[in-house]
């Protein structure tokens, strides 16, 4: 028995751990991978200049800066940039070291789901909820990128698991240890804030009298949100640009490189379905209908918890719907609601009669678990950015570190993995008058055409013009 139980939570483990590690060493280069590079930059400026000269802050550009170089990033908290710095001291600047954090993080919020579901189902429930979470294409590839989609899931449930040992025993230390979880899961993601309130909720629906005590856990939230906030205007002198971001994410202007233009309800909702057919099993979405038409769903209060994490995942799609428009990652929080139904519901199934129904739910398990790898591959198979890893290898040849380098481009972007893998202090530009502009303004010490645009302005060279130079293969800094 006690192996059994042992091994209903560690396969779980293992196989999230196995999928994440396919190909963790690769290059910033597959989907959405910009991020990656984004928070690996933040995190090398941290272990260069200190906490004490980046005041906090996330430090993205490169090359050897003086504080008055620094740009800022601070569109998310910076948990997710001090832990890779953390990782990075530990471990060297890689990519691999990187993507560990994040699948740390998910590795957690598996077993935390697990445990929540064996609280509500007993140890088989907790067994395929674990199980069915970690195959999702959506965690077993997004759930190992540096961003705050990891962090944010493993700090939802954590605080589901520590509201619900506190209905069991009622003792107050699950309550504080709930404040503490809320503050600091929003240093990683501003979405964190709305569970403890969800939690709130739940518990004045399930147990009214008990439901001021919530109010500690919500404050924990609400004093982390304003810590980040304070910390974002003394780094970055007020809160504009957090407001311009916010205002850009609610809106309907998709901004993206392969993404653009004005969308719709109805284009909205085409695209997420979309997102989710790749992202998710389709056999875990009906084992989720079976949970909700009532195979395996128990008492009220229980079903309540799967509610208040959807609720907590679609929040996430509804108030930022250009940026769930854009990025397929924004649904990963309803892998959380999906795979604890799903696990509830093959519960219930191997509940029904001994034997043949335990082999048919373990089988059904196979079959999500394969239909996820089959979805996994087309993800992992994508292969992006490879023009900012010529370029990178360009910059880094003909620069030096403590130059300041104008890119004239002729697609909007933000060369995020330029600046990582040339480690240079890098501006963008996408129209030649403003280029001209800046150029003329002082300050930069080379300048690059990198887009095609033209050659006639002297001081920004062609980039790639020989066929030796197009046909030479990209090398990393130091490679």
């Known amino acids: 028995m006690r192996i059994a139980r042992a091994l209903s939570w560690a396969v779980p483990l293992a196989v999230g751990a196995g999928l994440m590690s396919i190909q963790i060493a690769r290059p910033w280069t597959g989907s959405y991978d910009a991020n990656g590079a984004l928070f690996s930059a933040a995190a090398r400026n ?12 996330q430090v993205v550009n490169g090359g050897q800066l003086e504080p008055g170089q620094f ?23 890689h990519e691999w070291s990187a993507r560990l954090v994040p699948l740390l993080f998910t590795l957690g919020a598996t077993s935390l789901l697990y445990g929540i579901a064996r609280g509500l189902g007993g140890a ?3 067994f395929f909820a674990a199980l069915a979470f970690a195959v999702q294409p959506m965690v077993a590839f997004y759930g190992r990128m540096p961003d705050h989609e990891a962090p944010a899931a493993f700090f939802a449930l954590l605080l589901v698991a520590l509201y619900l040992r506190w209905r069991r025993g009622e003792q ?27 939690l709130l909720g739940h518990c004045w629906l399930t147990a009214r009298r008990k439901s001021p005590w919530m109010l500690l856990p919500a404050a924990g939230a609400l004093l982390g949100f304003l810590a980040v906030l304070g910390h974002v205007a003394i780094v970055e002198g007020g809160l504009g640009e957090l407001w311009r971001a916010l205002s850009y994410r609610t809106g309907a202007q998709a901004g993206d490189r392969a993404v653009r233009g004005q969308f719709g309800l109805g284009t909205l909702l085409s695209r997420q379905g979309e997102y989710f057919w790749l992202g998710f099993s389709a056999l875990a979405a009906c084992l989720a209908l079976a949970w909700l038409l009532g195979i395996g769903r128990g008492k009220r209060a229980d079903a309540l918890v799967v509610a208040a994490l959807a609720l907590f995942a679609l929040f996430n799609l509804v108030a930022f719907k250009q940026g769930a428009y854009v990025h397929i990652y924004y649904q990963l929080y309803l892998a959380l609601p999906l795979a604890l139904a799903a696990g509830l519901a093959l519960d219930g199934l191997s509940r029904r009669r001994p034997g043949l129904w335990l082999v048919g739910a373990v089988c059904l398990a196979g079959l999500v678990g394969a239909e996820g790898w089959a979805k996994l591959a087309r993800i ?3 292969r992006l950015y490879l023009d900012q890893l010529r370029i990178a290898a360009y910059v880094e040849r003909n620069t030096q570190p403590d130059d300041r380098i104008l890119l004239l481009t002729g697609e909007p972007t933000n060369f995020r993995q330029v600046t990582w893998y040339a480690d240079r202090n890098i501006t963008v530009v996408t129209d030649r008058a403003a280029a001209d502009r800046l150029w003329a303004s002082g300050g930069f ?7 095609g645009l033209g050659s006639e302005v002297q001081y920004v060279p062609l980039f790639l013009t020989t066929r030796e130079e197009r046909s030479a293969p990209a090398r990393r800094p130091g490679g």
């Open 46 to 57: 941290y272990l260069r200049y200190g906490l004490l000269a980046t005041r906090g802050g």
């Open 124 to 126: 088989r429930a907790g």
């Open 445 to 451: 010490t080379k300048a690059f055409d990198v887009g």
């Open 71 to 93: 740009r800022f990033y601070a569109h998310h908290p910076p948990g997710i940039s001090l832990t890779v710095a953390a990782s990075f001291a530990v471990f060297g600047m």
């Open 172 to 198: 107050r230390r699950w309550l504080w240890a709930m404040g503490a979880a809320a503050f600091v899961g929003i240093w990683y993601a501003w979405v964190a804030f709305v569970v403890p309130w969800l």
């Open 380 to 382: 992992r198979s994508a």
